[in-house]
């Protein structure tokens, strides 16, 4: 079992940053890939960013490029999601996930926490 706890959400203006950052309990952290996603209201949850066990490779989604970055402490047992530029359109809860294996979908996860709200205003 691992367990998942985001924070750092908010409330920032249009070309803002917030930094995410998702705690793990459980599994040995270090053998997990994780993920980050989001859901804003009335959409489906959709991938934005995910990393490999040692953070040596990383895939985002294509409107995330160049503007958010995953990260992770494997002393820390966390993962982190940098996120600057922030638009309206970020607007929604954030997720992370783990599983074994790096994916970029939401089927490939069995591990999620319970979301924190980012909220982007014009």
């Known amino acids: 079992q691992v367990q998942l706890s985001e924070s750092g959400g908010g409330l920032v203006q249009a070309g803002g940053s917030l930094r995410l950052s998702c705690a793990a309990s459980?599994?040995?952290?270090?053998?997990?890939?994780m993920g980050w996603f989001r859901q804003a209201p009335g959409k489906e949850r959709e991938f934005v960013a995910a990393?490999?066990?040692?953070?040596?490779?990383?895939y985002y989604a294509d409107f995330v490029k160049g503007r958010f970055t995953i990260a992770r402490d494997n002393v820390k047992n966390t993962v982190y999601l940098q996120m600057n530029s922030l638009k309206p359109e970020d607007t929604a809860v954030y997720y992370c996930?783990?599983?074994?294996?790096?994916?970029?979908?939401?089927?490939?996860?069995?591990?999620w926490g319970q979301g924190t709200q980012v909220t982007v205003s014009s």
């Open positions: 990393i490999n066990w040692s953070g040596g490779i990383t």
């Open positions: 996930a783990a599983d074994r294996t790096v994916r970029d979908t939401v089927g490939g996860y069995a591990y």
């Open positions: 459980g599994r040995t952290f270090s053998t997990l890939a």
